[in-house]
């Protein structure tokens, strides 16, 4: 069992920056792939971004790569999400996943085992 929690969601401009974090209790950290996932109102959850169990492979949805950062720091059992130059259409409730595969492309949400509440982004004008 993975437990999950996120934070650091909040309201920010257009052009601004949010971090997200997401900390991980039960399971060996370093056991398992991590990936953030959203959805904005009236849509289906998304895929965001990748980052491997070691933290050496990453990969982004189109949508957010060159602005989105994952990273993860197995000491502290966290993963990370930093947001630059946000859009009006990055606000979403955003979700952190853990994955067990070991091996999967890691894109879509049955590839996941465990799954946060979600904190909610809101991008204003």
């Known amino acids: 069992q993975v437990q999950l929690v996120e934070s650091g969601g909040g309201l920010v401009q257009a052009g601004g920056s949010l971090r997200l974090s997401c900390a991980a209790s039960?399971?060996?950290?370093?056991?398992?792939?991590m990936g953030w996932f959203r959805q904005a109102p009236g849509k289906e959850r998304e895929f965001v971004a990748f980052?491997?169990?070691?933290?050496?492979?990453?990969y982004y949805a189109g949508s957010v790569k060159g602005r989105f950062t994952i990273s993860r720091d197995n000491a502290k059992n966290t993963v990370y999400l930093q947001m630059n130059s946000l859009k009006l259409e990055d606000t979403a409730v955003y979700y952190c996943?853990?994955?067990?595969?070991?091996?999967?492309?890691?894109?879509?949400?049955?590839?996941?085992?465990?799954w946060g509440q979600g904190t909610q982004v809101t991008v204003s004008s």
């Open positions: 996943a853990a994955s067990t595969k070991l091996v999967a492309v890691f894109l879509f949400e049955h590839e996941y085992d465990y």
């Open positions: 039960g399971r060996t950290f370093s056991s398992v792939a």
């Open positions: 980052v491997s169990r070691s933290g050496s492979n990453t």
